[in-house]
């Protein structure tokens, strides 16, 4: 192994900066020159790729987003794209890759490796949804759980100065986890998920004896985007129908949740994560996803880890219910 690229990929998370400068500066200490590439697959076509140095990566541990930008890319999703990149990276004498990312960032490398078999690539998690099999949090899902925590403490205010029921809304297209953490961290009165069924009557039943009880309207229920009623404004809408005496508003949090400074616990596990992935490359691995499980450090093969979902814990769901 000579030389060494890394790329983020597909949605921002706060903490992909500091696991870009783990690989660079890890990439130095051992002798290996290390590129970075923008916007993902789309500048490996684009051949936008620049040589970075220690001063390359010098105060950004605390920034959110990424410095290399991030991007999907369809024309990596096509034979002609990715030989474009392979020429691009073999022009420089790129033979391993790390890319910073989720699913879609890990079907793009494992094909790509299997076209071009020269070319070693290891992956990191980056998404705020910690919806990958093979570790236990993601980069950037702890910050994007105390940003949407802080924010629902705040609806919870004027929420009770009001007497108001509030749906907020939080990411999650397919994965529940931000709303799970943050509705029990705030003491939610539900959480809704795409991982379980939505009893829309049962938690109509809930609140409405919440009110008879505490003769209180105010309330939270935090809604993951992709629940099957339809997010915080359909549920919002439903719930009005039922419960006319209500006044009810949804907040949706949307993309604040992807920024803001990146939290201690994502700032470490994302550099712990760039140090092992250009260890992994300089041992010989590729096409492992590198984790934390427990503590360790964990090597999870790309098509796991693609194949495979994180699942919300059984033990959580019936915690919610108790509390609830």
């Given amino acids: 192994m000579k030389n060494i690229g890394v790329f983020t990929s597909g949605g921002d998370s706060p903490g992909m900066n500091a696991c870009i400068r783990a690989v660079v500066r890890t990439s130095i200490s051992m002798g290996f020159q290390v590129f970075g590439i923008r916007d993902g697959y789309e500048g490996m076509i684009d051949d936008d790729i620049i040589a970075m140095d220690s001063k390359s990566v010098s ?4 920034l959110g987003g990424t410095i290399l930008r991030t991007a999907r890319s369809e024309r990596f999703m096509t034979a002609e794209g990715r030989k ?31 076209e071009f078999p020269d070319i070693r690539i290891v992956g990191t998690p980056g998404t705020i949804d910690n919806d990958l099999y093979g570790t236990d949090f993601t980069i950037g899902f702890d910050t994007a759980v105390n940003t949407a925590m802080n924010a629902i403490d705040n609806i919870k205010d004027t929420a009770n100065a009001h007497n108001r029921l509030f749906f907020v809304e939080v990411m999650g297209r397919d994965a529940g986890f931000i ?34 009880h505490n003769k209180s309207s105010s309330a939270i229920v935090v809604v993951a985007e992709g629940d099957e009623v339809g997010g915080a ?24 949740q992807r920024g803001g400074r990146p939290t201690c616990s994502d700032r470490v596990l994302a550099t712990r ?14 096409g492992v996803m590198l984790g934390i499980i427990h503590k360790d450090i964990s090597y999870t093969p790309f098509e796991k880890a693609i194949k495979y979902n994180q699942r919300i814990n059984p033990l959580i769901l019936e915690m919610v219910d108790i509390l609830s």
């Fill in 84 to 114: 474009l990149a392979y020429g691009n990276l073999k022009k420089r004498e790129i033979d391993a890759l790390v890319a910073i990312g989720g699913n879609g960032t890990f079907t793009g490398a494992k094909i790509f490796m299997q």
């Fill in 233 to 256: 404004i359909e549920a919002a809408a439903e719930a009005k129908k039922a419960l006319p005496g209500y006044d009810i508003r949804v907040t949706i949090l949307g993309h604040i």
């Fill in 179 to 212: 709303a799970m953490r943050t509705g029990i961290a705030t003491g939610a009165e539900a959480i809704l998920v795409p991982e379980t069924p939505t009893d829309m009557q049962k938690l109509i039943d809930i609140l409405d004896k919440r009110r008879k």
């Fill in 273 to 286: 994560l760039g140090l092992e992935a250009v260890r992994a490359l300089a041992d010989g691995k590729k």
């Fill in 59 to 62: 105060n950004i541990m605390q």
